[in-house]
Protein backbone atom coordinates (compact mmCIF):
# COMPACT_ATOMS: atom_id res chain seq x y z
CA UNK A 1 0.00 0.00 0.00
CA UNK A 2 1.45 3.46 -1.10
CA UNK A 3 2.09 5.97 1.98
CA UNK A 4 0.68 9.45 0.59
CA UNK A 5 1.90 13.03 1.93
CA UNK A 6 -0.46 13.89 3.81
CA UNK A 7 -1.63 15.87 7.20
CA UNK A 8 -1.24 12.30 8.53
CA UNK A 9 1.80 10.51 7.65
CA UNK A 10 3.61 8.73 9.94
CA UNK A 11 6.08 10.42 11.35
CA UNK A 12 8.67 7.87 10.68
CA UNK A 13 8.40 8.17 7.20
CA UNK A 14 9.56 12.09 7.08
CA UNK A 15 12.13 11.84 10.59
CA UNK A 16 15.87 12.59 10.68
CA UNK A 17 15.93 14.69 7.51
CA UNK A 18 18.80 16.43 7.02
CA UNK A 19 18.46 17.28 3.08
CA UNK A 20 16.21 17.30 0.18
CA UNK A 21 17.18 16.00 -3.03
CA UNK A 22 14.94 17.42 -5.98
CA UNK A 23 14.60 15.97 -9.52
CA UNK A 24 14.07 18.70 -11.97
CA UNK A 25 11.64 17.45 -14.91
CA UNK A 26 8.44 16.36 -13.55
CA UNK A 27 9.64 17.19 -9.80
CA UNK A 28 9.99 20.96 -10.04
CA UNK A 29 8.93 22.05 -13.49
CA UNK A 30 6.03 20.56 -15.47
CA UNK A 31 8.42 20.36 -18.59
CA UNK A 32 6.86 17.41 -20.44
CA UNK A 33 5.39 19.61 -23.14
CA UNK A 34 8.61 21.46 -23.52
CA UNK A 35 10.45 18.24 -24.08
CA UNK A 36 7.74 17.12 -26.71
CA UNK A 37 8.48 20.50 -28.66
CA UNK A 38 11.93 20.66 -28.28
CA UNK A 39 12.76 17.18 -29.81
CA UNK A 40 10.30 17.49 -32.32
CA UNK A 41 11.38 20.63 -33.77
CA UNK A 42 14.83 19.31 -33.85
CA UNK A 43 13.03 16.01 -36.04
CA UNK A 44 11.24 18.14 -38.10
CA UNK A 45 14.44 19.33 -39.44
CA UNK A 46 15.19 16.26 -40.47
CA UNK A 47 11.84 15.18 -42.10
CA UNK A 48 10.80 12.95 -39.25
CA UNK A 49 7.34 13.22 -37.59
CA UNK A 50 6.48 13.94 -34.46
CA UNK A 51 7.64 11.73 -31.75
CA UNK A 52 5.35 8.39 -30.61
CA UNK A 53 3.89 8.56 -26.86
CA UNK A 54 7.06 6.36 -26.25
CA UNK A 55 9.72 8.59 -27.41
CA UNK A 56 7.96 11.21 -25.49
CA UNK A 57 8.33 9.62 -22.18
CA UNK A 58 11.98 8.55 -22.86
CA UNK A 59 13.25 12.17 -23.65
CA UNK A 60 11.25 13.43 -20.54
CA UNK A 61 13.19 11.08 -18.39
CA UNK A 62 17.13 11.30 -20.35
CA UNK A 63 19.99 13.46 -20.98
CA UNK A 64 20.05 15.27 -24.52
CA UNK A 65 22.41 12.87 -25.90
CA UNK A 66 20.92 10.00 -25.29
CA UNK A 67 17.24 11.25 -26.12
CA UNK A 68 18.38 11.99 -29.35
CA UNK A 69 20.01 8.91 -30.17
CA UNK A 70 16.75 7.40 -29.18
CA UNK A 71 14.59 9.72 -31.45
CA UNK A 72 17.09 10.45 -35.02
CA UNK A 73 18.45 7.73 -37.37
CA UNK A 74 22.15 6.39 -36.16
CA UNK A 75 23.41 8.39 -39.18
CA UNK A 76 21.95 11.69 -38.66
CA UNK A 77 23.00 11.86 -34.60
CA UNK A 78 26.39 14.24 -35.04
CA UNK A 79 23.66 16.40 -37.07
CA UNK A 80 21.04 16.25 -34.55
CA UNK A 81 23.35 17.19 -31.68
CA UNK A 82 24.55 19.95 -33.58
CA UNK A 83 20.59 21.65 -34.28
CA UNK A 84 19.84 20.78 -30.41
CA UNK A 85 22.85 22.98 -29.24
CA UNK A 86 22.28 25.78 -32.20
CA UNK A 87 18.58 26.00 -30.94
CA UNK A 88 17.83 29.15 -28.54
CA UNK A 89 15.87 27.14 -25.51
CA UNK A 90 14.35 30.29 -24.74
CA UNK A 91 12.08 29.60 -27.58
CA UNK A 92 11.01 26.62 -25.73
CA UNK A 93 10.38 28.26 -22.29
CA UNK A 94 6.98 29.10 -23.25
CA UNK A 95 6.15 25.60 -22.61
CA UNK A 96 7.55 24.97 -19.00
CA UNK A 97 5.75 25.74 -15.93
CA UNK A 98 6.68 25.52 -12.15
CA UNK A 99 4.68 22.98 -10.40
CA UNK A 100 2.03 24.22 -8.07
CA UNK A 101 3.35 24.98 -4.76
CA UNK A 102 6.75 23.98 -5.08
CA UNK A 103 8.22 27.73 -4.33
CA UNK A 104 6.24 27.34 -0.72
CA UNK A 105 8.09 24.05 -0.32
CA UNK A 106 11.24 25.10 -1.10
CA UNK A 107 10.81 28.56 1.33
CA UNK A 108 9.68 26.16 3.88
CA UNK A 109 12.64 23.67 3.87
CA UNK A 110 15.45 26.21 3.52
CA UNK A 111 13.67 28.22 6.58
CA UNK A 112 13.88 25.26 8.30
CA UNK A 113 17.28 24.44 7.89
CA UNK A 114 17.51 21.79 5.37
CA UNK A 115 19.71 21.65 2.39
CA UNK A 116 18.43 21.29 -0.88
CA UNK A 117 19.94 20.02 -3.91
CA UNK A 118 19.52 19.57 -7.37
CA UNK A 119 19.78 16.31 -9.33
CA UNK A 120 19.05 16.61 -12.98
CA UNK A 121 19.47 14.77 -16.37
CA UNK A 122 19.37 18.47 -17.85
CA UNK A 123 23.05 20.13 -18.78
CA UNK A 124 23.38 23.63 -20.29
CA UNK A 125 19.63 24.61 -20.33
CA UNK A 126 19.67 24.82 -16.34
CA UNK A 127 20.74 27.95 -15.79
CA UNK A 128 18.33 29.33 -18.52
CA UNK A 129 15.19 27.36 -16.50
CA UNK A 130 16.85 29.17 -12.79
CA UNK A 131 16.99 32.97 -14.32
CA UNK A 132 13.29 32.57 -16.07
CA UNK A 133 11.85 31.10 -12.75
CA UNK A 134 13.69 32.40 -10.03
CA UNK A 135 15.30 29.70 -8.90
CA UNK A 136 19.02 30.63 -8.67
CA UNK A 137 19.68 30.45 -4.92
CA UNK A 138 18.03 27.70 -3.85
CA UNK A 139 19.85 24.57 -4.92
CA UNK A 140 23.61 23.48 -3.86
CA UNK A 141 24.62 21.58 -5.15
CA UNK A 142 23.22 21.39 -9.03
CA UNK A 143 24.35 18.68 -10.23
CA UNK A 144 23.32 18.45 -14.22
CA UNK A 145 24.25 15.35 -16.32
CA UNK A 146 27.87 16.75 -17.74
CA UNK A 147 29.28 17.16 -14.36
CA UNK A 148 29.21 13.21 -13.82
CA UNK A 149 31.16 10.17 -15.05
CA UNK A 150 27.35 8.64 -14.87
CA UNK A 151 24.50 10.20 -15.00
CA UNK A 152 21.20 9.18 -13.51
CA UNK A 153 20.03 6.44 -12.86
CA UNK A 154 23.99 5.29 -11.71
CA UNK A 155 23.69 7.10 -8.17
CA UNK A 156 27.02 9.04 -8.72
CA UNK A 157 25.51 12.18 -8.71
CA UNK A 158 23.71 11.23 -5.44
CA UNK A 159 26.73 9.82 -3.76
CA UNK A 160 28.55 13.35 -4.71
CA UNK A 161 25.67 15.67 -3.12
CA UNK A 162 25.94 13.30 0.03
CA UNK A 163 29.75 13.92 0.01
CA UNK A 164 29.59 17.82 -0.68
CA UNK A 165 26.95 17.54 2.46
CA UNK A 166 28.79 15.42 4.53
CA UNK A 167 25.70 13.57 4.96
CA UNK A 168 24.74 10.15 5.52
CA UNK A 169 22.44 8.36 3.57
CA UNK A 170 19.76 7.87 5.78
CA UNK A 171 19.30 11.59 6.76
CA UNK A 172 18.03 12.62 3.02
CA UNK A 173 15.47 12.16 0.92
CA UNK A 174 15.62 12.49 -2.88
CA UNK A 175 11.66 13.90 -4.34
CA UNK A 176 12.04 12.23 -8.37
CA UNK A 177 9.07 11.00 -10.49
CA UNK A 178 11.33 8.50 -12.91
CA UNK A 179 12.65 4.74 -12.64
CA UNK A 180 16.08 6.68 -13.05
CA UNK A 181 15.49 8.79 -10.18
CA UNK A 182 14.60 5.75 -8.35
CA UNK A 183 17.24 3.57 -9.09
CA UNK A 184 19.58 6.46 -8.37
CA UNK A 185 18.49 6.95 -5.15
CA UNK A 186 18.24 2.92 -4.34
CA UNK A 187 22.09 2.95 -5.17
CA UNK A 188 23.07 5.94 -2.78
CA UNK A 189 20.57 4.06 -0.11
CA UNK A 190 18.56 7.14 0.56
CA UNK A 191 14.49 7.50 1.05
CA UNK A 192 12.86 7.64 -2.13
CA UNK A 193 9.83 10.10 -2.45
CA UNK A 194 8.17 9.70 -5.79
CA UNK A 195 6.41 12.80 -7.63
CA UNK A 196 2.46 11.91 -9.15
CA UNK A 197 3.49 8.20 -10.11
CA UNK A 198 1.54 6.07 -7.82
CA UNK A 199 3.63 3.07 -10.35
CA UNK A 200 6.84 4.07 -8.60
CA UNK A 201 7.68 2.00 -5.35
CA UNK A 202 8.55 4.34 -2.82
CA UNK A 203 8.27 5.46 0.60
CA UNK A 204 6.43 7.85 0.17
CA UNK A 205 3.94 9.53 -2.38
CA UNK A 206 3.20 13.28 -3.50
CA UNK A 207 0.32 14.46 -5.15
CA UNK A 208 0.86 17.64 -3.58
CA UNK A 209 3.08 19.74 -2.21
CA UNK A 210 1.26 22.06 -0.51
CA UNK A 211 0.28 18.51 1.68
CA UNK A 212 4.07 17.83 2.35
CA UNK A 213 5.00 20.94 3.22
CA UNK A 214 2.27 20.92 6.06
CA UNK A 215 3.42 17.86 7.56
CA UNK A 216 7.23 18.52 7.24
CA UNK A 217 6.31 21.76 9.25
CA UNK A 218 4.00 19.99 11.68
CA UNK A 219 7.39 17.28 12.26
CA UNK A 220 10.04 20.21 12.47
CA UNK A 221 8.97 23.90 12.95
CA UNK A 222 7.72 23.09 16.10
CA UNK A 223 10.97 22.22 17.54
CA UNK A 224 12.91 24.93 15.89
CA UNK A 225 10.31 27.56 16.66
CA UNK A 226 8.54 28.18 12.90
CA UNK A 227 5.20 28.76 11.77
CA UNK A 228 3.92 27.46 8.69
CA UNK A 229 2.82 30.73 8.17
CA UNK A 230 6.46 32.39 8.82
CA UNK A 231 7.44 29.79 5.82
CA UNK A 232 4.46 31.49 3.30
CA UNK A 233 6.99 34.48 3.49
CA UNK A 234 9.73 33.44 2.90
CA UNK A 235 11.81 34.80 0.02
CA UNK A 236 14.97 34.78 -1.66
Known amino acids: MNVIASDFTPEEEIAGLTGVIFDC????????????????????????????????????????????????PPERLPEALAVSKALDYREVLPHVRLYEGVIELLGSLRELGLKLAMNTNRTSTIDLVFEHFGLRGY???????NLVANPKPHPESVQR????WG??????????????????????SVRFWAYRNEALAARLHIADFHA?????????????????????????
Open 167 to 188: SAPHEVAYIGDSELDLQAAAGA
Open 25 to 72: DGVILDSFGSNRHFYNLIRARFGLPPMTPSQEAFVHAHPVDRSLAHVV
Open 139 to 145: FQPVITA
Open 161 to 164: ILAD
Open 212 to 236: LKRRIMASYGAVRGITDTDTDRTSL
